[in-house]
């Protein structure tokens, strides 16, 4: 990390605005559909208009710690359930001399602190924190959610330096704090963080990721680094809590084996990645070997990255990984892992069999094989620092794409961001300086989420910038394809007692996280899972996003739910949300 901000602080002046060479002539299969010619990408600003207008904090005059520069993430989540996506977004706070050597001279009034913006419809958004009763005490870093007690309410987890926040959706637009009640009591820095339903009872189980033992008293560095690397402090374990489906949780980070290993966690991910029924947690390091924590079924976990091939980059280096988001970039039925990172990022493509849930743990599984030079995305990336990114189909025409934003790591360098047009078979093409004006605009990025927000089938995004005020990109592709979004809604209820996976009475919960979908439209078979968090210190819309080129109509979708429920609708239109509810069972 200390010789890439120094190589990053001696090449400033050359980041100029990316040179793309044209790309590729694009296959058959990347032609959207509608308007009958190819489709192209391109992002607006909408931030203005938006009625979003939040700055973030990094709590002192300038750049000069650790905690500083990791900056803040964000999160679209229905919290009032009207069909609108609304905006999280993770504010630091004000620091003291006892806390950074660089701090404010003079206060802002009122201080920094989070904000939640609730969508109105047209594209337009209120900011409604201070009635909502989200005002998280704590420097903040990152966020997640999910409906942990079943009750059809999404709940907010806040992580940040010193503590992390639980608060219950009340359901009527406000939030309680209820951290301590739920027994949920986490040190040091947390940061990115994911809920599961690792044990399949029906209720999200909780994992909280942390990052160093930050000491503010540390202050020997090389001038060049600004400030002491992550190497420079000790690493941190993860703790993982049982949902007892009673509204409280139990600290079961020892028994499962995931304390064991200690790290520097920047993003988290859970995901079925070896397709046999039940999610695993993959954890990006800074500066030393990703985590996979295979699930053995059994309440433990196994750490198998390095065999696995998902603990090091293409040159078997361990860069400052950041936020993972696990995809099916093939269509194949397996999850592949996209990584960014300080360095040329990374695509894991998954050598796994598709047969789902047939498998025991890790049999015939081979683990992945690292694509990232051979995709055409590293040349591109290697000159930027990547932190937040989103993978999603952004015109529709049936592949998927990857949106990247970038900033200086231990500097305030300000940097363009990146688009690339999936193009089939695992190839890109860099799009990002076609993509609209807004992909050029220098800014020093962290965390980002993405939602449909404005409803018309098209993956908008946010991202928060470092120190400075977020930005809301707006999708305004043309000649786009089908689409379909897809809500899933477990059939477990508030007060229902959890049952173990494999008994015929099993529920899933609520969000429906952990469940896979395939959709088979047009001759294209596409998966994807629903999962609580993606990419850096963030999540993105709940609703599943499929994009689907020329078909104009769904011939099947299957969800294979949690509780091992399999689910199949046929004949489903396209250009819709489409909402799936578990069925229901009967209870005891």
């Known amino acids: 990390?200390?010789?890439?901000?120094?190589?990053?602080?001696?090449?400033?002046?050359?980041?100029?605005?990316?040179?793309?060479?044209?790309?590729?002539?694009?296959?058959?299969?990347?032609?959207?559909?509608?308007?009958?010619?190819?489709?192209?990408?391109?992002?607006?600003?909408?931030t203005q208009q938006s009625?979003?207008?939040?700055?973030?904090s990094f709590g002192s005059a300038k750049l000069s710690s650790l905690l500083e520069g990791t900056g803040a993430g964000c999160l679209w989540f229905d919290y009032n359930n009207s069909g609108r996506e609304s905006l999280f977004v993770v504010n630091g706070?004000?620091?003291?001399?006892?806390?950074?050597?660089?701090?404010?001279?003079?206060?802002?009034d009122p201080p920094p602190h989070a904000h939640l913006y609730r969508n109105d419809g047209n594209g337009r958004f209120t900011d409604v924190t201070a009635q909502s009763g989200l005002d998280p005490d704590l420097y903040g870093v990152a966020v997640?959610?999910?409906?942990?007690?079943?009750?059809?309410?999404?709940?907010?987890?806040?992580?940040?330096?010193?503590?992390?926040?639980?608060?219950?959706?009340?359901?009527?637009?406000?939030?309680?704090?209820?951290?301590?009640?739920?027994?949920?009591?986490?040190?040091?820095?947390?940061?990115?963080?994911?809920?599961?339903?690792?044990?399949?009872?029906?209720?999200?189980?909780?994992?909280?990721?942390?990052?160093?033992?930050?000491?503010?008293?540390?202050?020997?560095?090389?001038?060049?680094?600004n400030y002491p690397g992550p190497l420079d402090y000790?690493?941190?374990?993860?703790?993982?809590?049982?949902?007892?489906?009673?509204?409280?949780?139990?600290?079961?980070?020892?028994?499962?084996?995931?304390?064991?290993?200690?790290?520097?966690?920047?993003?988290?991910?859970?995901?079925?990645?070896?397709?046999?029924?039940?999610?695993?947690?993959?954890?990006?390091?800074?500066?030393?070997?990703?985590?996979?924590?295979?699930?053995?079924?059994?309440?433990?976990?196994?750490?198998?990255?390095?065999?696995?091939?998902?603990a090091y980059g293409q040159d078997g280096e361990a860069t400052s990984s950041m936020g993972p988001v696990a995809a099916d970039f093939w269509n194949r039925g397996v999850l592949d892992l996209w990584v960014t990172d300080?360095?040329?990022?990374?695509?894991?493509?998954?050598?796994?069999?598709?047969?789902?849930?047939?498998s025991p743990p890790k049999a015939n599984w081979q683990g992945f094989e690292d694509v990232t030079a051979a995709s055409g995305i590293s040349q591109v990336e290697g000159q930027y620092v990547s932190w937040g990114s989103g993978v999603s189909d952004f015109d529709n025409d049936g592949q998927l794409d990857i949106l990247v934003f970038h900033g200086g790591l231990t500097h305030m360098i300000p940097m363009e961001h990146t688009l690339f047009r999936g193009l089939g078979n695992g190839k890109f093409a860099d799009v990002s300086r076609q993509a609209g004006s807004v992909l050029s605009v220098r800014t020093v990025a962290r965390g980002a989420c993405f939602a449909d927000y404005d409803n018309d089938g098209k993956m908008d995004a946010y991202v928060v910038n470092l120190g400075s005020e977020g930005t809301l990109l707006h999708n305004v592709s043309a000649n786009t394809g089908h689409w379909?979004?897809?809500?899933?809604?477990?059939?477990?209820?508030?007060?229902?007692?959890?049952?173990?996976?494999?008994?015929?009475?099993?529920?899933?919960?609520?969000?429906?996280?952990?469940?896979?979908?395939?959709?088979?439209?047009?001759?294209?078979?596409?998966?994807?899972?629903?999962?609580?968090?993606?990419?850096?210190?963030?999540?993105?819309?709940?609703?599943?996003?499929?994009?689907?080129?020329?078909?104009?109509?769904?011939?099947?979708?299957?969800?294979?739910?949690?509780?091992?429920?399999?689910?199949?609708?046929?004949?489903?239109?396209?250009?819709?949300?489409?909402?799936?509810q578990e069925p229901g069972r009967q209870a005891r």
């Not at 009625?51 to 973030?56: A, E, L, S």
């Not at 300080?342 to 047969?355: E, H, I, M, T, V």
């Not at 819309?541 to 994009?547: A, L, N, P, Q, T």
């Open 484 to 580: 379909a979004e897809i809500k899933l809604v477990g059939a477990m209820r508030k007060g229902d007692v959890g049952v173990a996976a494999g008994d015929p009475l099993a529920r899933s919960n609520r969000d429906g996280v952990g469940a896979r979908i395939e959709v088979y439209a047009g001759g294209v078979r596409q998966t994807a899972e629903r999962v609580a968090s993606s990419g850096y210190l963030s999540r993105n819309d709940g609703r599943v996003h499929f994009g689907l080129g020329k078909a104009d109509l769904i011939s099947t979708i299957t969800v294979r739910w949690p509780s091992g429920l399999v689910q199949t609708l046929t004949n489903q239109p396209v250009d819709r949300v489409l909402t799936i």
């Open 234 to 310: 000790a690493g941190e374990s993860n703790m993982l809590f049982h949902n007892n489906c009673n509204g409280t949780f139990t600290d079961v980070s020892k028994q499962s084996g995931i304390s064991a290993y200690i790290g520097r966690t920047m993003g988290v991910t859970a995901a079925d990645l070896d397709n046999d029924g039940w999610d695993d947690i993959y954890v990006t390091n800074d500066d030393i070997a990703n985590f996979l924590f295979h699930n053995m079924h059994n309440g433990t976990f196994q750490e198998i990255a390095n065999d696995t091939g998902a």
């Open 144 to 225: 997640t959610a999910a409906d942990y007690d079943n009750d059809g309410h999404e709940d907010l987890l806040v992580t940040g330096y010193g503590k992390v926040i639980l608060y219950h959706n009340n359901g009527n637009g406000t939030f309680t704090d209820v951290t301590k009640q739920a027994g949920i009591n986490v040190k040091g820095w947390a940061i990115s963080s994911t809920w599961l339903d690792y044990d399949r009872d029906g209720c999200v189980d909780l994992f909280v990721g942390r990052y160093v033992k930050f000491d503010p008293k540390y202050r020997t560095y090389y001038a060049a680094d």
């Open 51 to 56: 009625g979003i207008h939040f700055v973030h």
């Open 342 to 358: 300080g360095s040329y990022n990374r695509f894991l493509k998954n050598l796994g069999a598709p047969q789902l849930g047939s």
């Open 1 to 46: 990390m200390m010789i890439r901000s120094l190589l990053l602080f001696l090449s400033a002046a050359s980041l100029t605005a990316a040179q793309s060479a044209a790309p590729p002539q694009q296959p058959a299969a990347a032609v959207a559909s509608q308007g009958g010619g190819q489709s192209t990408i391109r992002f607006e600003d909408a």
């Open 93 to 108: 706070r004000t620091l003291g001399p006892d806390m950074t050597s660089a701090p404010l001279g003079v206060k802002p």
